[in-house]
């Protein structure tokens, strides 16, 4: 168990690696530089050129990546930002990701419960009218682009707010960036329903494509268990429908839903920097948009690329050694 | 398997209850934007497409911060309020010396800084030098777009504490209208010292309205200051937003959830403008689009090859296609809001046969044969002067097409545009400016003299003529108003000779507002200043 342990975190680490240099090398291929965003129709050569030196980017590329990693590995600093003055970048994200955190949690929350439910529907009832028209709306959920069904839900729903966090005229001194908890720490329910009210139109939007694809998986993996000897032996002895589905069948089920779960949460990241970017969330999506787009800030970038990479990883992990505990026979091998 | 009996009636109730949920929804949206704003009466809420990088007046270019400093920040002059007529601002009256190199300005008394620092010479010194210095100590970010602005100031002298005295390095007839932009804003020397590199983060001026917060991506609240030497403004508090789709401006604006919004498309425009709540303003802009001809490249450097290309162009067609009608025609390149602008010259006529004749005759004379494949640079994003680089450069292709010109198109995103233009790797290039200081050197020196070929400069037709830069010079150094104007006559009487650029169209500036909103007009220049704006009181018209 260890050894597996030790192998996965590993495994993680050289993902991380990679994934960093990767993006390290690309931002610096694509044409366009942070210092022409910079300076705009007013550029400044020897200054460009003073600045880039200062930035290292007259040396080969691979040695910036050395010096770069070398200062992330032993100091923890991610740098500062090109584009906004003397600025942190470390400091900057530490301020939006729990923005990103808050809004992809509450996706989840939505996503997979009501996936799993839907998909129970529609394994119960196969071919029935709910099966067609849960699978029905899945198809839709996943094909609809997400910023295609923002704009069109920010018309219809016409009630709740579009933009932001919280209303412009309210704020609230972050504990833990998570504006649901920090309003109930902080006492103040006003901040809290505030909150939810801003949170549930990105939320919705950025759970449709795993709820969906949660919805899907489930069905399928529960009509196969559903036709299996076990179930119909259960079902013999008298136990009810739901006892089974949900005591026998959902359980063995389980593994498969995690693993596409688990996927689908990674893949919310890059749904929120289209949907973050639509509902002008201040997340870490937005920023890494903003940092591509307009600025080209290639340390912004880079920061955004290890926190990704981190927290792809560390969910990869996490979800190999849920599997572990789901399942005895990957302990085995 | 067993499977439990649908219940009949579930589809039914399930198709109730979506039309329930669907019908409330609307209801509520019926109360909720009946409901009106959602801010008290004396917030002012300004929407823009994003968000400052900085505070700090000299780190910065981009229209987003410079609405911010303007309303934070004052200059030692500044424009008149509806007019570019130079106005004293921080500084009461100033005279030059006779030879135009000295330089004296008086500072208003009683004036303080929003830390409660009063304004002095010295304020006014170490934020000039801040730009003039090569190295300062107060400088946190050396990046300095416009440091280049104030290069003839050679040294500030402080005879006393309510006297400046700049001395140049030559005579300047640009210095007022260049200490009059952002740039020049005066900084209290307090708080660069106390804040040091944070003040691009907690701006501390004199102007209308102090800072208070900024959360980056969300909000900038800045309130009234209450000691401004114009009067308190009439409104508590400015918040700016960032809200980058023009979608969502246009409707948290419709909902009345924000006040002010810039940045929109001429069609999203004109659909506001057709609401009774909503009001747009629209004014005559201070920029020029226009397409540039690399003049390096052959044929390009032949005049018949540039009038050609110049004479197929219907500038009214552009302007109805690129502007939905919110511009017009450009005979020069200096617009026709700018004191400075002559039109007492011929442009060749919109002639596409005549075009087309002086083409062949252009190729059998200098040897190139037809169709000519000329490549045009163009960039992604749309600019204030070109809200839809698509539709004109779709628009130039067919044009040129028709007197036998294959134009390729050349995208690129809009820094590397300006890159590559700069570079002169360019045949025909799409190009604009905007006004940085209101005066007519700002758009001819900048854009055609000699002195700007180069890596870094916005001579993107690469025009050399002789002629052209002495005027200019001549033109930054003449004191009296009514010389300099006949010297831009002159030379814009030259360009419409040589033709190195097609000037196409001037834009109008145009803002969409709730139509309470009152006391804001846009200004020639672009500057949104919101020191008298205020809403009318409710039930008003």
Not at chain 1, 229 to 258: N, Q
Request: proline residues 6%; charged residues 20%.
């Amino acid at each position: 168990m260890i050894g597996y342990l030790v192998r996965r975190v590993l495994h993680a680490l050289v993902t991380i690696l990679v994934a960093v240099a990767l993006v390290f090398i690309a931002v610096r291929a694509i044409p366009g530089n942070p210092l022409l965003a910079r300076f705009g129709q007013h550029p400044d050569a020897d200054e460009i050129a003073r600045l880039r030196a200062e930035n290292g980017w007259d040396r080969p590329v691979l040695v910036q990546l050395g010096q770069f990693l070398w200062q992330v590995g032993t100091t923890g600093d991610l740098g500062r930002s090109l584009a906004r003055t003397n600025v942190n970048v470390t400091d900057e994200l530490r301020k939006r990701i729990p923005a990103t955190v808050e809004l992809t949690l509450a996706a989840l929350v939505l996503a997979i419960p009501l996936g799993i439910a839907a998909g129970i529907v529609a394994a119960v009832w196969r071919n029935r009218w709910p099966d067609r028209l849960g699978m029905f709306l899945a198809l839709a959920g996943v094909s609809v682009p997400i910023f295609f069904l923002a704009i069109c839900l920010r018309e219809v729903v016409t009630f709740l707010p579009t933009s932001q966090r919280l209303p412009l005229t309210m704020s609230l001194e972050p504990l833990t960036g998570l504006l649901l908890v920090d309003s109930l720490l902080r006492g103040r329910p006003d901040v809290f329903v505030a909150a939810v009210r801003h949170l549930l139109l990105p939320a919705v939007v950025l759970a449709t494509i795993p709820m969906s694809v949660v919805a899907r998986i489930t069905r399928s993996s529960l009509v196969d268990m559903l036709a299996s000897d076990f179930i119909r032996t259960a079902r013999a002895k008298g136990a009810s429908l739901w006892r089974v589905v949900l005591r026998h069948a959902l359980p063995t089920a389980a593994v498969p839903i995690t693993n596409i779960a688990g996927l689908q949460i990674g893949l919310l990241l890059s749904g929120a920097v289209l949907t973050e970017t639509v509902f002008d969330w201040p997340g870490l999506g937005r920023y890494l948009a903003s940092a591509i787009i307009g600025d080209r800030d290639y340390v912004a970038i880079q920061a955004c690329a290890i926190v990704i990479a981190v927290l792809f990883a560390s969910l990869n992990l996490v979800l190999d050694l849920v599997y572990v505990w789901l399942d005895p026979r990957i302990r085995l091998q | 398997m067993l499977v439990p009996p649908l219940p009949p009636q579930a589809g039914v109730v399930l198709v109730l209850l979506a039309g329930a949920l669907l019908s409330t929804g609307g209801g509520c949206g019926g109360s909720g934007s009946g409901g009106g704003s959602s801010a008290s009466d004396s917030v002012l809420i300004y929407a823009q497409p994003e968000d400052p990088k900085t505070l700090d007046p000299i780190n910065t270019d981009i229209a987003e911060a410079v609405h911010v400093l303007t309303n934070v920040f004052d200059t030692l002059v500044t424009y008149d309020d509806e007019t570019t007529e130079i106005v004293p601002a921080l500084a009461e009256s100033w005279e030059h010396s006779e030879d135009g190199l000295t330089w004296t300005f008086r500072l208003r008394p009683g004036v303080t800084f929003h830390d409660g620092t009063p304004l002095t010479s010295e304020a006014v010194k170490v934020s000039l030098e801040r730009l003039t210095q090569e190295k300062h100590p107060l400088v946190f970010d050396t990046a300095r777009p416009y440091r280049s602005a104030y290069a003839m100031i050679d040294q500030i002298e402080t005879p006393d504490e309510s006297t400046v005295v700049l001395k140049l390095k030559a005579p300047s007839a640009i210095l007022l209208a260049n200490l009059a932009m952002f740039p020049a804003s005066i900084v209290s020397p307090t708080a660069l010292t106390k804040l040091g590199e944070k003040s691009a983060e907690h701006p501390v001026g004199t102007g209308a309205f102090k800072f208070v917060e900024w959360s980056r991506d969300e909000k900038l609240v800045t309130a009234a200051f209450d000691e401004h030497w114009r009067g308190r403004p009439k409104i508590d508090q400015l918040i700016f937003v960032p809200v980058r789709e023009n979608a969502t401006r246009v409707q948290r604006l419709s909902r009345g959830e924000i006040h002010l919004a810039d940045s929109l498309t001429p069609v999203e425009l004109d659909s506001l403008a057709k609401r009774s709540e909503l009001a747009v303003q629209e004014a005559v802009g201070m920029n020029v689009a226009y397409l540039a001809m690399q003049t390096e490249k052959p044929p390009l450097d032949k005049l018949d090859v540039r009038r050609a290309i110049y004479m197929a162009i219907d500038k009214r067609a552009l302007v109805k296609l690129g502007y939905a009608g919110h511009a017009q025609p450009a005979v020069s390149m200096v617009p026709p809001a700018m004191w400075g602008y002559s039109d007492a010259f011929e442009v060749p006529p919109y002639d596409p046969p005549a075009a087309k004749a002086l083409l062949e005759q252009a190729a059998r004379q200098h040897g190139f044969s037809l169709p000519l494949k000329l490549r045009l640079s163009v960039m992604n994003q749309a600019r204030p002067y070109l809200p839809q680089p698509q539709a004109i450069q779709g628009y130039l292709k067919e044009a040129l097409a028709q007197i036998g010109v294959e134009v390729s198109i050349d995208a690129r995103d809009v820094n590397q545009h300006f890159e590559h233009l700069m570079a002169g790797r360019h045949e025909l290039g799409l190009a604009g400016w905007f006004s940085d200081n209101s005066d007519p050197d700002n758009f001819l020196y900048s854009l055609l003299d000699s002195d700007n070929i180069s890596e870094a400069g916005n001579n993107l037709s690469r025009y050399r003529s002789e002629r052209f830069h002495e005027l200019m010079l001549a033109g930054q150094k003449e004191l009296d108003t009514a010389k300099r104007l006949e010297l831009y006559r002159e030379a814009q009487a030259l360009v419409a000779q040589d033709l190195p650029v097609v000037p196409l169209v001037h834009t109008s500036q145009r803002a969409a507002h709730v139509k309470r909103l009152q006391g804001f007009t846009l200004h020639p220049t672009g500057l949104v200043r919101l020191h008298q704006a205020h809403f009318a009181e409710a039930g008003a018209p």
